[in-house]
């Protein structure tokens, strides 16, 4: 643009960023910045129009002219589908509107800089590179979306269903077929769900760094089949005989060392399986939306809600009609079902891929993290460099490949010398030991900020695993039968999944709505609001369920193992510990995948199974705690052999108690989190081309093959 004209262009590609035509034009007019930047995407809604296309995506380097099509400003609008008559009518309109967003933007900015101002610290000897709000054309992905994600919720959906097929009366194949006593069983049971969760850890690990979501989500997919196909055929060669024990009537003999030693290495290979395939499964979901248009957005935080409901419909056919079977003697028949399910659930997967959005790994993050806080520490002596004298690559990209800039916060600010620059960082090359860039110290600040929150989880998690355990085991000395019907103890969990799936809906179409007007959030609660009603309702659970035991007690028959108590007077405990899930664990998905940085987004979703995993230790833990101080001398202890002679409503009180202290910490970290900010690297707005203009003359166009 100069003193008497005035030039655009329009570049069209398709979803794969191959150019199909470029165009420019020129008049013989003096335009200002902001109309120009208007004019050249009417321009470029033209001539996708003339070449056949009614729907596109608009993408240009004007965050204030891409604002305004997004915020529906009128007048910008009008004048992007104008006929070329309409210009001189509307065009002022379209100018303010602009200028409007222009100055709100300017507005921010204005008030950023002013807190970064405020802040103290000199550098020695800097070269800064200040971070803007740069932007760049990408390219939108038409592959992904909720087909894409639908047949990704029915796999999880299928894994789900295969592995409670095994966890889910694990508690009792220990006690009735290998023979273990209550207390070690329910230890078993707490360690090997533990160590299911933590292996989550390993599948975000390799998620993140080297395999990509996809091939990680198929390998431990494999893995689980396999552990599943040993677990079939161990237990029918070597543990159950005679054939049809375990029905807790009719005793199965003792267990060979050998099959015991493969039954172990079976449940863990399902435990590896299923661990890293779980969350890696729920980032790979939310990648099919594209969260940098607000559809996408909104869609992917609806993603994670539904994901929690798939889990639980797969697991409800593991709690009804296989816990039927298994309760009867029929294991094996049930972990063979089990097995075909995981064939299901890997060829469905399999079958999606040529439409699943990929996420390239983004490299190994935990040298990353290091150089931070070896960088920070060989500077410690140097004062921090004020904010925006901080170092970081130019242009819209991170450092760290395929991920957004991080803006810089406010805390753990003495990582920030990691970033300072020094005379010796200026002489040469940039040692990343030396030198981090702020997005990479705000991402190891991300993981500090997160740690503590994660921390206060655990004890909910203390929480939710005794359904697993003492549950069952409280549930197998009531009266389980209704007429002539009889329930199996492990049955009763289905209380919990239909709790969800009612208080799901309930919470996504009927609380969200009417809490997003009351306190003026579209998503209603914010995920830590949702998490702390969560930790209450859990402790709610744990009182419920110790009155239910004190009434059991009471109605024990003498010399007899089972009370005549009935087993449905577990039910509440049952629903508010699924009505805690609600709130807890979706609301623990969308905050720590959101949360977490580009590069580490598995590693943020595996958060919440990692809270799970520690969850089942630290219930071992307090149940070994327990019977050492409690089982003394002639005292069996609160959980003994015979429940019938303990006192378990004691140990549901404890864990309530805990719950309690730990509800007020948690409170405190909520209070002082900072949300992680995004330097957003596109900005787009979605138009359709409803206009009846044509393009005029004066133009150059050229199209590539």
Known sequence: MDQLTTTWCAVLHDDNGKVIMAATKRIEASWDAVMAEVAAARYGLQVARRCGFDKVWLEGDALSVVKAVQMDQGGVLQFLCSTPSDVPGIAEKAREDVIQQRDELDTQDNNNNEVNNNNEGENVSSSPTTQTNEVTPSIKKRKGGWLCAFIILANQALAT????????????????????????????????????????????????????????????????????????????????????????????????????????????????????????????GADQFDDSDPKGESSKAAFFCYFYFALNCGSLFSNTVLVYFEDNGSWTFGFWVSTASAVLGVVLFVAGSPRYRFIKAHGNPLPRVAQVFVAAYRKWNVQRARPNELYEVEGSESAIKGSRKIVHSDHFRFLDKAATLTQQDNLGPKNPWRICTVTQVEEAKCVLKLLPLWLCTIIYSVIFTQMASLFVEQGDVMNTKIGKFHIPAASMSIFDIVSVLICTGVYRHILVPVLGRLLKNPKGLSELQRMGVGLLIGMLAMLAAGITEIARLKSVVPNERSSTLSVLWQIPQYVLVGASEVFMYVGQLEFFNGQAPDGIKSFGSSLCMASMSFGNYVSSLLVHMVMIFTARGDNPGWIPENLNHGHIENFYFLIAGLTIIDFIIYSLFAQWYKPVNFLETSHKSEVETKFDGDVVEDEVITRRA
Not at 201 to 229: H, N
């Open 161 to 284: 269903l295969a592995f409670f097929g095994v966890g889910v009366n694990l508690v009792l194949f220990l006690t009735r077929v290998l023979r273990q006593d209550n207390a070690s069983a329910a230890n078993n049971v707490s360690i090997w769900t533990g160590t299911v969760y933590l292996f989550s850890l390993v599948g975000a690990f390799l998620s993140d760094s080297y395999w990509g979501r996809f091939l990680t989500c198929t390998v431990f997919q494999l893995i689980l089949l396999m552990g599943l196909v040993l677990l079939s055929i161990s237990s029918w060669i070597f543990l159950l005989k005679p054939r049809g024990c375990g029905d807790g009537k009719l005793e199965c003999h003792e267990t060979s060392i050998v099959g015991e030693i493969i039954f172990y290495i079976s449940i863990y290979m399902v435990a590896l399986g299923y661990g890293g395939h779980q969350p890696t499964c729920a980032t790979f």
